[in-house]
Nanobody, 113 residues
């Protein structure tokens, strides 16, 4: 059974940084493309970044140059380093296997002064 536990969210001022973590279990992590998504209030969930098993990364245009996705296969963990945060980055952030439609609780990120 797939389990994904996100952590690292919180309240941060504009321009600040956060690192989100997602510990995975229940599947062979190292061969899967992993992704971070987010959903802001009143908006649809969107793909933020993904990383393949070959470490190829893709980012939404809105976060390019500010966010970095990376993975540690020994720890079954995927990370999202978020720098230069903006109020519009405020959302619930979810990690998931790319293309999977079941969602966990996510972690709240709030960017506000």
């Amino acid at each position: 059974q797939v389990q994904l536990v996100e952590s690292g969210g919180g309240l941060v001022q504009p321009g600040g940084s956060l690192r989100l973590s997602c510990v995975a279990s229940g599947f062979i992590f190292s061969i899967k493309t992993m992704a971070w998504y987010r959903q802001a209030p009143g908006k649809e969930r969107e793909l933020v970044a993904r990383v393949t098993s070959d470490l190829i990364t893709n980012y939404a245009d809105s976060v390019k140059g500010r966010f970095t996705i990376f993975r540690h296969d020994v720890k079954n963990t995927v990370y999202l380093q978020m720098n230069s945060l903006r109020p519009e980055d405020t959302a619930v952030y979810y990690c998931n296997l790319f293309g999977r439609s079941d969602w966990g609780q996510g972690t709240q990120v709030t960017v506000s002064s």
